[in-house]
């Protein structure tokens, strides 16, 4: 037996392999071995003591010698000593993965079907809860996200399919994707669902509503200002107006337009409106409410007015200004031309203002730096 720490040399080895080559072992062999291992543990073969020391020395080893193989390898990847095995080979260049190609063909699309299928119908039934449902990211996983991502951008921003591959090629990429829907008979997972019958979509729309970005005004700023200057072309515009028209002639859908509308110019009001009105009764203010259209100041319906010092408060959602006038600073101008020209003065609360904690005190400051004359009724 060699002692401890012995290695064999290559000379050795050589020899070794040659020895054993083309030799297997026999039917006898290995039906003995069989015999002796098959069924059993190191513990019925060594022994409670040995067992503990062969799998004390045995832990981590299998991991460690991954590692050492997968960095060593990297390494002379990167300083060229050995090229990838694989390296710039693909269906067109090689053969085998042709062949390869051929009998993995539809077979990874069905075996997704299959398990989207299942998966499905348990959710339907209630088997299976979704993993994520009722989860949320905490604040430092989002933070971590967004630190992540930050100034990556995809390849194709801005550009589509013609832009890209241009008008040949893309009409065929669609064409190809097109086929393999049709053929394989692709469903959309939340088709024939809703709100009433599944609660994984009512939890997201409730969700959506509270938690909704596009609330934000620093979101819908970024939104409005990539929007614009964009026009729909013809195409889309006869698309948009061909669906529309069949969509108003079913009466359920031409109803709830007409409803919903309706409600819209009814609702007055507003929430930031009924808030400044409290104000007002709260302090003794004299402002009389007129944003529902019974009085105009050079064809503009002020919110609330002051009849004798010719005062006139302007309530008002940023989003809103920032989408009909370009911005916040054109609406203000364009109002202050309307009133100033008859001589009257305006006051402008926003979002920032009511959305607060104090946002009774911000209010009052307002109209006090504004106007000394409010100083007698305000205290």
Same mark, same amino acid.
């Given at each position: ?85 694989? $390296? /710039? ?5 090689? *053969?085998?993965?042709? &062949? %390869? +190609?051929?009998?993995? @063909? =539809? !077979? #990874? ?100 509503? $509270? /938690? ?5 005004? *620093?979101?819908?700023? &970024? %939104? +409005?200002?990539?929007? @614009? =200057? !964009? #026009? ?112 009257? &003065? ?34």
């Amino acid at each position: 037996m060699p002692k401890k720490g012995y290695k064999l040399t290559d000379e050795h080895k050589r020899k070794i392999g040659l020895s054993c080559k083309n030799k297997h072992r026999t039917q006898e062999s290995i039906e003995k071995y069989k015999k002796i291992r098959i069924g059993k543990s190191y513990e019925e073969i060594y022994g409670i003591e040995k067992a503990k020391k062969i799998k004390e020395k045995l832990k981590g080893r299998k991991i460690l010698w991954k590692d050492k193989i997968s960095k060593t390898l990297k390494e002379k990847y990167k300083k060229g000593l050995i090229i990838q095995p694989n $390296k /710039n080979k693909t269906k067109e260049n090689y *053969e085998p993965f042709k &062949k %390869i +190609s051929k009998k993995l @063909k =539809g !077979r #990874k699309i069905l075996w997704k079907d299959k398990i989207s299928k299942t998966l499905k119908e348990k959710y339907k039934s209630g088997e299976i809860i979704p993993p994520m449902l009722y989860k949320q990211h905490s604040e430092e996983i989002r933070k971590k996200i967004s630190i992540g991502n930050k100034g990556k951008f995809s390849h194709r921003k801005g550009l589509s399919m013609k832009n890209e591959y241009g008008e040949e090629k893309a009409k065929e990429l669609i064409n190809k994707r097109v086929k393999t829907f049709k053929t394989n008979n692709h469903t959309s997972w939340s088709k024939n669902l809703t709100k009433e019958n599944t609660e994984f979509l009512k939890y997201q729309s409730e969700r959506m509503l $509270k /938690n909704n970005p596009s609330k934000r005004l *620093e979101v819908r700023y &970024k %939104i +409005s200002i990539a929007n @614009k =200057g !964009r #026009k729909h072309s013809e195409e889309t515009k006869k698309k948009i107006s061909e669906n529309l028209k069949k969509l108003w002639k079913n009466e359920e859908y031409r109803k709830k337009v007409i409803t919903n509308s309706l409600k819209g110019l009814m609702k007055r009001p507003t929430s930031f409106e009924q808030k400044i009105s409290a104000l007002c009764f709260k302090y003794n203010l004299p402002f009389i409410y007129k944003g529902n259209g019974d009085f105009l100041i050079n064809f503009k319906n002020p919110d609330f007015v002051n009849f004798k010092d010719k005062i006139v408060i302007e309530v008002f959602y940023s989003w809103f200004k920032i989408r009909d006038y370009g911005s916040i600073e054109n609406y203000k101008e364009f109002c202050r031309k309307k009133y100033n020209s008859l001589g009257w &003065k305006v006051i402008f609360i926003d979002e920032l203002d009511l959305n607060n904690n104090n946002w009774e005190e911000k209010c009052l400051n307002k109209i006090q730096e504004n106007f000394e004359k409010c100083e007698i009724f305000i205290k």
